[in-house]
């Protein structure tokens, strides 16, 4: 398995008060990129809509990170491994 | 339901103020932090790296127009690996991402289409402060909530009694109900909108206690006083005009008539006769529609519904207020250069700009008025095609970042110039992003207490087509002050 973290600017809400702020984490399947992604969709189908694109590459303004390392190149043929840490975070822009 | 209110604590406020300073100009931004609650952020934290610039990244931004063409630090990128620097740092802190912001170093703090397509395609979840330094000494903030498919301003809570930033200030209630005359009209004729009203409770702008009949009398017979070449002595506009308002809520006609009509005020129907009455335009008003109908309101705040307007009959200045005009009233105006004489005057305030007004023997528009006169009777977003308003306008798309002076664009149908472009114009109205929702069918004006942010419109040489949109709405507190931000006069018909 490895470990999916879900950044707070794409989180769920959380308006009310609530207790210390913790990344939101879920684990997911290992193996090749694309049943990564088939996975996020379908735990997630909302944040997936948004920071992955049809074909399941990251989506333009956004930066997948495996392993505290930024990914640059094609994540395509990316394989997680078991333990692996996952995140997808906004890139902040603007006019 | 009332919105809920972003609490931005003052010291927060201010150490964000101060780091957004001193990287001018340079802009800034990054994400404000809570502990969990996203209404209460208590920190931020900024990027300093903006590949806005690189390949891949400036075309796009120059493909929303010449301002980001000409402006290569309009506009902000965070690298892939500075954000994952800083979402680590957050975690490390035990916060959340609240908000994000940015600073805007010649626009308002308003969330312009840019804005909108950048962080709805982030952040739907998360609100958006700007910051504006286009007055440096006086930033300007506002908070954006993208919800329902539209815009919301949020009221911004520092924690004293009143936020100076809240779009919805509360009303003061209605001004004098008196008799129509020139002794006993309000500040601004055919308005009830202006009463400073300072024992108001519901007015928690001004603490202050109302004064007693003499005492009121008595400062503005101290204030309004003309100097020996008639122009006001008092050069601060703030206080000349709370002791007009004073003047009038405390219901003595014979100081109005004395220390006004003929006093402070004498001279201004021949001021409006030598000076004013060859600019106006006589406009039928009439009912028009008003605002924006909500299918198409997009990201712009507070310009839906669109409503019916019944305007009366009133005159509006083809032009705005030229540096040669505002120095009839205070000399240290005049222009120094001759180019400058017809330059619109800016850097002025809504006080300065209504003092003047009502002694030019005038009033400012109403926000139904300035739209209803730009418009010209076009439904359209702009009182013409988008493509002709290079011709109409001096805004980003061809000012060149240059103030231009006046009436040297086509004038629209009713023969006014410069509503579009130019500078951002005040407006009588206090700003209620829910006015429309609200207003009185015939002449509305949004009442408020002096403290009260008021309405701007028009855009300036600065700004994007959008925001010169006829129906585009602006506010900013009363005493603020702009180089790209004047006004014009406008005046009831005479029966």
Known sequence: M????VPGHLAEPTFAASGPAVPQAMLLPDGAWPDVVQAIRRQCPDLAARVLTQTG?????????VNDAVVQRNCESLRLRPGDELCIIATVAGG | MPDAAIGLPRALRERLLATITARLPQKSFGYLLSAGDRRRPIDFLLFDANIRNSEGWREQFESYGRYFQEHDDAGFVATAEESWRVQRDIWSRGLVEAGAFHSHLRHPANFSGIDFDLHTQRFPRLWHLIVSMRNAASPQLRIFDICGGGVRELPIDDGSSCSPDSPDSPDSPDALDMPDSADSDSFDARDSSSPSNPSNPANPHDARRRPSRDATIARARQVLVLDRAGRPACRDMRVVAAAIDDLYACGDREAVHDLLTHGFLAGAAQRYDDFIAGDMR??????????????????????????AV???PFRMASRPVTNVLLALMDDRRQPAARSAAQMPATDVSWHEARVFARWMGCRLPSEAEWEYACAAGSAGEWCCDERLLPRHAWYSENAGGTLRPVATREPNAFGLYDLHGGVWEWCRDRYDQDFYRRSPRLDPVAPGDPASHRVCRGGSLHALSEMCRTRYRLHEPPDFIAPDLGFRLARDETP
């Not at chain 1, 490895?2 to 973290?5: A, E, G, S």
């Not at chain 2, 006589?282 to 409503?307: I, K, Q």
């Open chain 1, 2 to 5: 490895v470990r999916f973290l």
């Open chain 1, 57 to 65: 590459t990251v989506a333009a303004g956004f930066a997948l990170v």
């Open chain 2, 282 to 307: 006589p406009l039928a008003g009439g009912t028009f529609t008003m605002g924006t109908p909500d299918v198409d309101r997009r990201h712009f705040c507070g310009e839906s519904p669109a409503h």
């Open chain 2, 310 to 312: 019944e305007l009366s």
